[in-house]
Each structure stands twice: as C-alpha cells, then as structure tokens.
C-alpha cells in the first residue's frame, strides 16, 4: 500500500506560478511511477505528467508541455509539479497518483494509488 496526500494548491491570478507537492508513504515511493493528473467539474480526469521510478524518464500532455515540470525526490517521498504560466483554463482539483507500470502512463487505470486531490483555481 501507499498513500498520497497532495498539497499546494490554491488561488493564483493567470500567468502565476504554483507549485504542487504529492507525499508518499507506506512503500517505497522509489518503485512506482508517478502521475499527475486533473479534473474540472463535469470532466473526465485528465493526464498531465508522468515521471519513471528513477526520475529519468518524463512524459507530458500537450497541454501543459513546456508550462508544467514533473520532479521526483524519492531520498524525501516527495513528487512535485512546477506549474507556469497559469491559465484559467487550468482550474481544477489535482491528484497525484503511483503505479507499477511504465506502459499507457497518460492512462488513469495504470495507476493503483491517488491521492485525494488539492484544488487550484486560476482567476483572470
């Protein structure tokens, strides 16, 4: 078992900056891939980001590449995601999840655990 717990959500006005940090702990954070994800009210989750088990290996959406950054500190069970240049478009609850797999990563049944989700809302 692992649990999440995502923090760093919050209010920002367009084109800000926010940071979301995801904690693992239970297993060793180290083994899994982790994911970001984001849904908005009447929307399916949505993949952002993925990150390999060792942090070598990065996969975004287009919607966010070049914006968002993924990073991994496993020494501290700690995922994060930079996020830039916030759109209003952006709003929505963020979740953070970890899985085995390094195949269909964009996918949310790839995943095992998620977090609860932390909300971010961008204001024009």
């Known amino acids: 078992q692992v649990q999440l717990l995502e923090s760093g959500g919050g209010l920002v006005q367009a084109g800000g900056s926010l940071r979301l940090s995801c904690t693992a702990s239970?297993?060793?954070?180290?083994?899994?891939?982790a994911g970001w994800f984001r849904q908005a009210p009447g929307q399916e989750r949505e993949f952002l980001s993925a990150?390999?088990?060792?942090?070598?290996?990065?996969v975004y959406a287009d919607s966010v590449l070049g914006r968002f950054t993924i990073f991994r500190d496993n020494a501290k069970n700690l995922l994060y995601l930079q996020m830039n240049s916030l759109k209003p478009e952006d709003t929505a609850v963020y979740y953070c999840?970890?899985?085995?797999?390094?195949?269909?990563?964009?996918?949310?049944?790839?995943?095992?655990?998620w977090g609860q989700g932390t909300q971010v809302t961008v204001s024009s």
């Open positions: 999840a970890a899985g085995t797999s390094w195949s269909y990563v964009d996918t949310p049944s790839t995943y095992e655990y």
């Open positions: 239970g297993r060793p954070f180290s083994r899994f891939t």
């Open positions: 990150i390999a088990w060792n942090g070598q290996n990065t």
